[in-house]
């Protein structure tokens, strides 16, 4: 894969279900473009059926995962370049391991993750103080505590959306567009200032 001349890429790792043009992956992509960054999708298939509450197939999605977006990206040289990591659900799993497995190997500019509904296998990956993380008080894929306490343990910002489900949506549908615009106005100023 070939890349232009930007020193900014952001790398968007979506969830099993939960394509790039669903609105949790949709506007940061478009938050993104408008600092610079070029975008680049990493898209996955070949997933087994019933995966949540199965840990083996969870764990097989993860591998089939990891493996396409190594594919996907071995082309790319990430050195000298600032790296934004968009990822949701098993996405977050995925784009911490390929983090810590793959972009430790380059002399990059920086590393900053968005994580968007991660998964409990997520905290296996993340690194301390890299990113913020979303999550919603009724998602069913992670326990709301166990997920504060991995955030705090590693020093993660977190914004947590009350009564909200895995795509951090309500079921109310002027509640949820009114919550899409505050994570939408957090990512956005964490894009323009990881340190605000």
């Known amino acids: 894969m070939t890349i232009n001349n930007s020193q900014k890429i952001a790398l968007i790792f979506p969830g099993l279900g939960y394509n790039c043009d669903k609105p949790l992956l949709y506007y940061p992509k478009k938050i993104a473009v408008s600092y610079g960054y070029q ?52 996405g977050t799993a995925v784009a911490a391991a390929y983090a810590s497995k793959i972009l430790c190997s380059f002399t990059t500019k920086e590393i900053r993750f968005i994580y968007l509904t991660p998964v409990e ?33 590693l020093n993660l910002p977190l914004f947590i959306t009350k009564d909200s489900n895995h795509s951090l949506e309500t079921g109310n549908l002027v509640t949820d567009i009114e919550n899409l615009g505050k994570i939408m106005g957090r990512i956005d100023a964490y894009i323009q200032n990881p340190k605000s």
């Open 39 to 90: 975008i680049i999708e990493i898209n996955y298939s070949g997933f087994p059926s019933n995966v949540k509450g199965n840990k083996e197939k969870m764990e097989l999605c993860f591998n089939i995962a990891f493996e396409q977006a190594k594919t996907r990206l071995s082309s790319i040289d990430f050195n000298n370049k600032d790296i934004l990591i968009i990822g949701k659900s098993i």
């Open 121 to 153: 296998q997520s905290f296996n990956y993340m690194r301390p103080s890299s990113g913020i993380v979303f999550h919603g008080t009724s998602d069913p894929w992670i326990n709301t505590p166990v997920l504060v306490k991995n955030c705090e343990n």
